[in-house]
């Protein structure tokens, strides 16, 4: 497999406080991969440390082959890798389209080239063209979930990083967020979604990735992995299954 993106040995810290321990992990263009892990397993952590947003050692993370670890986040968007944080953290007071024109514009001075534009977008998710002028507070969760991976896809990356874009959803949105996946890959975009359900990382992904406590215990294809395997890799050998 050729890695568009690739972490090595990648370690971070908060403080005193180490998070990850030397994780090694890939995705390939237009894969998916699903990152699995009990609260505090260091899920966000790993997106944020690739992102530029915490301490790294260049050669810990790669990008195309080439070393960027600790790359400062604006740039790592200029070089194709958007997030779509935890928690959204959508521009409040702002409209839609006004959301969704900031990451246009960021694109754009960063010199960020692809094929999404704001009708792509309306395509993908038509709810985003009916409440363009609404203050993006007044969406649904679902709905402002949209606007955040909007957003993201408005940078043009080559790397899409998703922390948790189900949590707090209904499951008929969750269903309509995820279907927007495989459009997404068929550009060629390389997908890592953080999910707490299981179930919708094994379905919606190609491979996925269990962490504990800022290791990787448990990596393979994720039509293959037993849910034995996950809760095993989840909790630790010795923990009982249930
Ligand atoms: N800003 C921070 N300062 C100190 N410790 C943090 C910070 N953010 C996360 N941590 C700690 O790092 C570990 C991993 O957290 P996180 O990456 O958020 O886990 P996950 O996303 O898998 O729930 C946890 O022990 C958490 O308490
Ligand atoms: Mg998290």
Known sequence: MSAVL????????????????????????????ALIGANGAGKSTFLRAIM??????????????APVGGTAPERMVAQGVAIVPEG???????SVEDNL?????????VGAKGGWTLERLHQLFPILKEKARI?????????????????????????????????????KVIREIYA???????????IVVVEQDVGLAKSATDRLYCMLEGRVTLTG??????????GEAYFGAGHAVV
């Open 6 to 33: 690739s972490t090595h040995g990648l370690v971070a810290r908060y403080g005193d406080f180490q998070a990850l321990y030397g994780v090694d992990a890939e995705v390939a263009a237009g894969e998916a991969v």
């Open 52 to 65: 530029g947003l915490l301490p790294v050692a260049s050669e810990m993370v790669r990008l195309n082959g």
């Open 88 to 94: 959204r953290r959508l521009f409040t007071g702002m």
């Open 101 to 109: 024109r900031v990451a246009m514009d960021q694109a754009a001075r």
């Open 135 to 171: 203050p993006v507070q007044s969406l649904s969760g679902g709905q402002q979930q949209m606007v955040a991976i909007g957003r993201a896809l408005l940078c043009q990356p080559k790397v899409l990083l998703c922390d948790e874009i189900s949590l707090g959803l209904a499951p």
């Open 180 to 190: 927007a996946l495989p459009e997404i890959r068929a550009q060629g975009t390389a």
């Open 221 to 230: 294809r994720s039509a293959e992995i037993t849910r034995e395997q996950i």
